[in-house]
Structures are given as structure tokens and as C-alpha cells.
């Protein structure tokens, strides 16, 4: 492990064939540590596509963050024509706290929200910001992981631009590289949204936003597999770019949805009736939610035939929150 003053990317790039990987120091913190963007590179011997792919812009959204460093070991230099550059935890001390957000702001920041941040700002403000300059703005392709965290499960699902262009179409083509059963079309870009991949849009990048489990999975087989799922996706877009000279996999099992978040009135105990990949009826219910005397307070009816893609996995869930995404599938 290196520290890297002065980050510079491209100068890293020209010492090919390799693997590094270090901490890029962003700010001191009061013990006198730093806060810091970890940074992991395998530079190809022979030159080609930058492909970055960066997780927990979320903190507790760590299956990217496993899901890279596994894509990063099992990557051979000398074997590659481009580069795979990895941030296994952007919002790295929301990665040590275990949240979404991190305490070193006065008042949360949603690093997801935020892009492409501000120097300006707060400390993850400022972080969105060193990694938008110097790091995505220099690559020709970003995967953005995410997960449900510490209350959500997902089902893996791929989302994608799909604005009717040349970037939409490469974007397209990485979400199914990536090879996630469900893929997620994004029709409306809003870069004041502040998420990472409609702003790397904005710049022309191709980026697609996977998303995938959520710590209610941990303890259960699926973790191992969706970190397996991961990594495999990845060594597969970087087939799809030619960083990787092999044919690239192509998978039959995978169907197109537009998303919609379901909301609840009244918060309490939710017990969920449709569980992920699950396919549910117009009026079947999706979740029951009870108070604490085990009283019916609320119950969430599906609105459209649709495929269960994410739901609330914590046994308590809030009033006027979502609790499912539903996703109505759709022929592309
Ligand atoms: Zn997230």
C-alpha cells in the first residue's frame, strides 16, 4: 500500500503493466489520520480503455467493495489492453461507520445525491469532488455499485441509460455485460439529481449503477454468490471494452424492467409477502405492516403486475416510506 500525494492518473498509466494501489489523502481529520480515497489499479501491458468502477458511495452498501477487490486479484497485467481501476469505498469513512452517510459532515451528505460534488463543500462534498475530477472525468467507463445497505434487499439489477444515443447504447451493452438478471432502463437523464452515472452521462462517459443484495444476506450463501456475481460482471465489460482479450459472455436469462418505488402511509412492523425476483399480481399484497400490538396499521397493494426487484428487509420501516420497487416489465 502506497500513499499518493499528488494523484495523477494519466502519469500513473504510463508505467504499464502492473498492479498498485494505495490511498489518495483528501483532508486531516482531529486524531491527525486522514481521509483518504482508496485506490486500486491493474494497468494492462499494452494500452486501451480506462474502466473504473468505484462502490460505497453509500457506506453500507460494501458488496461492491468485496466484489472489486476480488475483480482486482484475479486480473493478470500482462494479459490486458486498457486498465481497470478500482475504488472499493468512495465514502470511506461512511465505510468504517457502517452507515449510508458519514459523520464527519455536520449534516448528513448523500454522496449519491451530490455529484459531482464541491470543493468547496463538506468533506464528502469535497470528495465527490477530487473523484469526479481526477478520476472519473478520466475514464472511458463507470460502474457504480450499490446495494441495499443495512435495510434494503435487492435482487441484482442493472441499471442503464437509455436516451436513445451512441453513449446509451455502450451503456446498454455494459448492463447486460454485466450480466445481472433484471436490467433497469433509465429513460429521463437529470444531472441535478447529483447520481454518479446520469453525471458521467453529462460528460460523455458510458456508466451504468448495479445493485445488488444488502447485509440482510450476509449470513446467508448469497453473500459469497453476489460478490462471485460481481466480479464476474466486471472481468466481463472489461471483455466488452477489449481490456480482456476473450469472448465476452452473453446471458439468455435476462429481462428489462422500468422501476417503480411503492410507499407506505403508516410506519411499523413491515412483514414483506413478496420476496425478491418474486412476480406479483395487480391487488396482491406486497407487504402487511402491524403496530406493536400486532395490530394490521397498513398493508401494500401491488398497483401493476410487476416483479419484486427490492423491498424493505429491517423488521421496522417508517410512515410515508418506500418499502418495494416493483418492476414492470418491459419489451425493449
Ligand atoms: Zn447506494
Not at 486479484?73 to 469505498?89: D, I, Q, S, W
Not at 475514464?139 to 439489477?157: F, K, T
Not at 459469497?224 to 471483455?239: Q, T
Not at 407487504?287 to 410487476?306: S, W, Y
Request: net charge negative; proline share 5%.
Amino acid at each position: 500500500m502506497q500513499t499518493f500525494e499528488n494523484f495523477d492518473l494519466r502519469r500513473e498509466l504510463k508505467q504499464r503493466n502492473r498492479k498498485v494501489y494505495g490511498m489518495i489523502p483528501i483532508a486531516r481529520k482531529p486524531d491527525d489520520s486522514w481521509i483518504s480515497i482508496p485506490i486500486v489499479m491493474a494497468i494492462g501491458k499494452e494500452e486501451g480503455p480506462v474502466i473504473l468502477a468505484e462502490a460505497c458511495a453509500h457506506g453500507d452498501e460494501s458488496e461492491g467493495t468485496e466484489g472489486i477487490i476480488k475483480t482486482f486479484n484475479r486480473l493478470e497485467p500482462e494479459k490486458m489492453a486498457g486498465t481497470f481501476v478500482g475504488v472499493p469505498a468512495l465514502n470511506l469513512g461512511a465505510f468504517a461507520q457502517m452507515r449510508r452517510y458519514c459523520d464527519y459532515d455536520f449534516v448528513p451528505v448523500d454522496l449519491n445525491r451530490s455529484f459531482p460534488g464541491n470543493p468547496k463543500g463538506s468533506i464528502t462534498l469535497a470528495v465527490g469532488d477530487y473523484y469526479t475530477e481526477n478520476i472519473l472525468k478520466k475514464a472511458d467507463a463507470v460502474i457504480s455499485m450499490h446495494g441495499g445497505g443495512n435495510y434494503l434487499y435487492l435482487e441484482p439489477v442493472t441499471l442503464y441509460q437509455n436516451y436513445g444515443d451512441e453513449i446509451s447504447e455502450r451503456s446498454r451493452a455494459m448492463a447486460k455485460a454485466m450480466g445481472f438478471d433484471a436490467l433497469w432502463q433509465n429513460n429521463v437523464c437529470v444531472p441535478e439529481n447529483g447520481i454518479l452515472d446520469e453525471i458521467a452521462y453529462s460528460y460523455g462517459i458510458p456508466a451504468i449503477t448495479a445493485e445488488i443484495g444488502g447485509q440482510s444476506t450476509r449470513i446467508a450463501d448469497r453473500r459469497k454468490e453476489n460478490i462471485e456475481k460481481i466480479s464476474d460482471g466486471m472481468l466481463n465489460v472489461l471483455r466488452l471494452w477489449d481490456v480482456i482479450d476473450e469472448t465476452i459472455l452473453a446471458f439468455d436469462s435476462q429481462y428489462h424492467v422500468e422501476m417503480e418505488y411503492l410507499f407506505i402511509n403508516h410506519g411499523g412492523i413491515c412483514t414483506p409477502q413478496k420476496l425478491g425476483g418474486e412476480r406479483a399480481k395487480q391487488g396482491e399484497t406486497l407487504a402487511i405492516i402491524t403496530n406493536i400490538f400486532g395490530e394490521e396499521v397498513d398493508r401494500l397493494i401491488a398497483p401493476f403486475d410487476g416483479i419484486v426487484i427490492g423491498y424493505w428487509a429491517y423488521t421496522v420501516c417508517q410512515p410515508k416510506s418506500w418499502v418495494y420497487m416493483l418492476g414492470r416489465e418491459v419489451e425493449v
